[in-house]
């Protein structure tokens, strides 16, 4: 099973206990690992975008690399290592001179903080655009702030793997972004386990305790309430604990069943 152990530090999430290594202790992964592996039948020409959302702190990019090792480590017969690719969302966070610009640097990490329609259009360009090399913004957590073009997505990459908090709130763009995704997985976490978390990320990047917890508390969990609220959206949750994970699988959406 998957399990929590110890502490680490991600580059693209928060500090947070990983998950174990030791492939024979993680049925759960390998479960997760043949889901997205399905999609990629032999010869496949078409291209999925498999969306992995969750609150701030829920461990969504933990679980994302895990499944990159193991799909890039195992890939189909006829390609490699590139054949699957990892796009986060957190490069459309809006340069912190844009969110001075509209009063929202007190709002870091809201939707409304996010250059949402250019997610979209990356993700149109990720779906269309199969045979050209595709780029996209990362962000760099010592800086906090989107580096333009950090990410590559070859022509080769029949899999995309692309993660964050807003992939299922009902409100555009984020609805037109969800129609472009072939299935999200929602990852849920303790609550008390994902406040600290986010306190530890926080203190990591510089703040003060007693200024990081204030931020988790008038902030993130303000955002943190919004994801959740969507997690019956989902088409598989994923539930993280320090103890053994379990997935459970929502009622399909209508362009499932039958």
Known sequence: MLR?????????DDVEPPMDTEP???????????????????????RTILGICGPPGSGKSTLAGRLLDRLRADPP??????????????????????LERLGLRGRK???????????????????????????????????????????????????????GNYLLLDEDPWTAARALLDEVWYVDVDHDLRIARLIARHIAHGKAANVAREWVLRSD???????????????LVIHLHPVPHSVSHPAPRASEQG
């Open 4 to 12: 929590d152990c110890g502490t680490t530090t991600h580059p693209d």
């Open 24 to 46: 024979d202790t993680e049925p759960g992964l390998e479960v997760l690992v043949g889901r997205a592996r399905r999609f990629c039948s032999p010869g496949a020409t078409e």
């Open 77 to 98: 017969d006829t390609g490699g290592p590139g054949w699957v690719a990892y796009v986060p969302m957190d490069g459309f966070h809006l340069a912190d001179v844009q």
């Open 109 to 163: 990490g809201a939707p409304e903080t996010f250059d949402a329609d250019g997610y979209l259009a990356l993700l149109q360009r990720i779906r269309t655009n199969i045979d050209r090399t595709v780029y996209a913004p990362g962000f760099e957590r010592d800086l906090e702030q989107p580096i333009a073009a950090a990410i590559v997505v070859p022509p080769e990459a029949r899999l995309v793997l692309t993660e």
């Open 221 to 235: 969990e303000v955002n943190a309430r919004l994801v959740e609220d969507r997690q019956g959206t989902a088409d």
